[in-house]
């Protein structure tokens, strides 16, 4: 098998990642907050910068996989403040069964987070952080659209022994005359799925990192205040 390099140099990699995304990177961050952290814990504010610098490069799906970790490892650190303890040491929780989850329902028994919390964490757990850890392509998908998706197709016949001058021809003349006339799935074509979520992460990258963002810096002044 024939090894194919990513990049030629180390400044080929910095040129063809970073300096081409110089633009992009300008204008998305300038919708970002500018404004440090209130107090937090250090595992916190290590998530969150890597989180901030990655939507600002537009890693799109490690985005929003890093908003949903974030949120998880702010609800176990209120715990922690609260009980002394990591939510795996608290036996109503269990160490087998210190879920997302079943982390919220604890901190909402105990009334450590209101019933606003409660539906925002439930929202991001469901939407976000069960969908995009457990790499589930399908359903994220079809949940933002409320059912599955289709798309408009051109069909091409292609002879059984065409050669690759002929093949050239018939896509030539595809493209020339393009004939978007049949409907399919990504249940029929898998990487339709794909494609499809990538669009919508690149949609929801940035909107999702500034709620979870404002909700983190609301939440932090509200239960770690450090006077």
């Not at 440090?36 to 290590?46: Q, S």
């Not at 952080?129 to 197709?153: C, D």
């Amino acid at each position: 098998m024939v090894k194919i390099q990513i990049y030629k140099t180390p400044e080929d990699a910095f040129e063809k990642f970073i300096q081409n995304s110089k633009n992009e990177f300008i204008d998305r961050i300038k919708q970002f907050p500018n404004e440090e952290l209130p107090p937090v814990e250090a595992g916190i504010r290590k998530l969150y910068y890597e989180t901030y610098y990655l939507c600002a490069l537009s890693f799109h799906n490690a985005t929003i996989i890093l908003c949903g970790v974030l949120c998880e490892a702010l609800l176990k650190d209120l715990i922690y403040s609260k009980e002394k303890k990591e939510a795996h040491e608290i036996q109503e929780i269990g160490e087998t069964n210190a879920t997302f989850g079943n982390v919220i329902t604890f901190c909402s028994k105990k009334g450590y987070i209101d019933s606003e919390e409660t539906v925002w964490f439930r929202k991001i757990k469901n939407e976000i952080r069960n969908l995009y850890q457990h790499i589930n392509v399908k359903k994220v998908v079809t949940k933002t659209f409320g059912g599955q998706p289709f798309y408009m197709a051109q069909k091409i016949q292609i002879p059984k022994n065409a050669s690759g001058e002929e093949l050239l021809k018939i896509l030539k003349d595809a493209k020339d005359n393009p004939q978007f006339d049949t409907l399919i799935s990504g249940e029929e074509i898998r990487p339709l799925y794909d494609l499809e979520k990538g669009r919508i992460d690149e949609q929801r990258s940035l909107p999702l990192f500034l709620e979870v963002d404002k909700f983190l810096r609301d939440f932090t002044k509200k239960h770690f205040h450090r006077g």
